[in-house]
């Protein structure tokens, strides 16, 4: 299941689709499992009329978070061991999201071996709307 | 820094790391993977058991009694009902304003995985803040928080820093959206 160092190579790139089409509900969803409720992510009367808004739009940590299960299906259960974003650009309902992990160092600490990844989304325009980086703990 | 202010710096919040709400929270991000929903399966895999998203403790808000972004019984609530809002804001609030601004910047630092059954106690310290013209939506003023979160031992699970921004006016989308 995890990643081993040996199969690795500086570069190397994994990306994978997170939505399609990204629904209202599932914002949602998101919502309710996350206790953020903040009315700009579910409320369009409120988003448009009062915040000012074209219409609601993603918990920037839903992006995170399905940006999140690239990595884990990546490295691997329980291998993480930093995993950091900044949201660059809002998520809309109807967003296509794609997100890649990019390989830029293997280094050692503690006796294990450690992958850095660069981890970016990007929607169907091809706007990047995450920026980040991961850690990842490696099999030799 | 207010008598209130240096209070909520040492408040520490309990957050009971429950597989009910690893499953909700799984589904909502869209994550079908069975180490998040089956105890089974997941004594089968290197995690030796359910454990919780890269993500999952942003859900901690749920446990939090102050949290601002949950409608409160008896209390005002600023998203719409009979009106567009639930209460008159003062003006100039912006775009972000309606409700405590927008998530700049997440990080996690994992010092081992979050399990189900994990009672997490997490004390959160205010960060630092700091000013920056914005080009798609006036000034921003930016605010760092870091929130430990120490398992029954009182070892240390997981580290997070959010960055939290106020804009003077709504985002202006980028030319590829309009």
Known sequence: MALSAKSLKVGDAHTARLVEDLKRTQIVQYAGASGDYNPLHTDEIFTTQVAGYPSVFAHGMLTMGMTGKMLTDYVGDARLTKYGVRFTSQVW????????????AITEKDGAKIAEFDVKTT????????????EARLDD | MTAQERERQLATKTFPVEAGHILMFARSVGDDNRVYSDADYAKTTEAGGIIAPPTFAQASAQFDPDYGLRPKIGQPWFGSGKNATGITRAPGGGGGGGGGGLHAEQHFEYHRPLKAGD????????GKTWE???KRSGKLVFSESVTEYRD???ELVITARGVGVRTERPVEQPAEKA
Do not use: F, I
Not at chain 1, 93 to 104: R, S, V, Y
Not at chain 1, 123 to 134: D, F, I, P, W
Not at chain 2, 119 to 126: E, G, I, K, S
């Open chain 1, 93 to 104: 309902p109807g967003d296509t999201l794609e997100a890649t992990a990019t390989l830029k």
């Open chain 2, 119 to 126: 009672v997490l106690t997490a004390t959160t310290t205010p």
């Open chain 2, 152 to 154: 029954q031992k009182g």
């Open chain 1, 123 to 134: 929607n169907q325009a091809g706007v990047e709307v995450l920026s980040g980086y991961a």
């Open chain 2, 132 to 134: 920056k013209e914005g």
